[in-house]
């Protein structure tokens, strides 16, 4: 599948070390969110830099700078713009604000969370792997609301 992804789901699954979840993947980084990612140092940055290295990853600078918001951070509106210029409708963002923007633009948002159970349905993660990684999530700095975490443990089932 072709994605565009933000900073958070790729820190975050470094963080967990499952950036693997993603290896059958084409994954498409706009050069705005490698920086974002590159300027902090963080226990996770090698693990990204050799990730940016693989064969199904892309770096690209969006041509096309016509979506703008002033409630958006530069790699979040660089994911859009990069997304309806390659013509990906599925983008990987974890900020609500962000994904709600990117559902206007007809894009299809999916979060840390996604990657958990899609790789759990394609019997990539056993129920009890997915579980632990959700479960390891606020631990890393995922911010989760409660009830929606038992929401997501019950597609597990």
Known sequence: MKLVS????????????FLELL????????????K?????ESAEKDKLIRFFGEKNITILSPKNKNIQSSSLG???IEVV?????????HILMDDR????????????????????LRAHKNHDLTKNQAR????????????????????????LD
């Open 132 to 155: 632990d990684l959700i479960y390891d999530l606020p631990s890393v700095g995922f911010r989760i609301d409660q009830e929606f975490l038992f929401q997501v443990l019950k597609k």
């Open 23 to 34: 290896e059958k993947d084409q994954i498409l980084i706009p050069c705005g969110v490698e």
């Open 6 to 17: 933000n900073s958070s789901p790729l820190i975050f699954l470094a963080k967990l070390n």
């Open 97 to 116: 604000r962000a994904r709600s923007f990117a559902k206007i633009q007809n894009l299809e948002p999916h979060g840390t969370l996604w990657i958990i």
């Open 36 to 40: 974002e990612i590159l300027a902090k």
């Open 74 to 76: 530069i790699g979040e």
């Open 81 to 89: 713009n990069l997304a309806l210029e390659q013509r990906a409708t």
